[in-house]
């Protein structure tokens, strides 16, 4: 019997972000900060998903989370930031409707 191959698409969202999507899952992945005396880090997955505009929002969200913000208007200036980087990174075939 033989292996399927499935394809997999890579998308970096800026830096610290990696999204990889195959035909069943969509995955998160975070760059980990590079252990002592290592180049650059590795990536690790944070988050699955079964669609790409949840796995887009969530992405937007956990990066709010992450860096702590405390009021209402960083709130919506880092959304604004992490939709334009996911734009920027998106392939110019797939259309990025704004969440």
Partial sequence: MKKSKTKTTTINVGDDYRIESDELNVTIFQRTQPRRGKLGGTYRPIMYFGSFETAL???ADHHIMSIGVQNLEKVFEEQKKIYKMIE???PKEIP???L
């Fill in 57 to 59: 929002k969530c992405l």
């Fill in 88 to 90: 920027k990174s998106m």
């Fill in 96 to 98: 990025v409707v704004p």
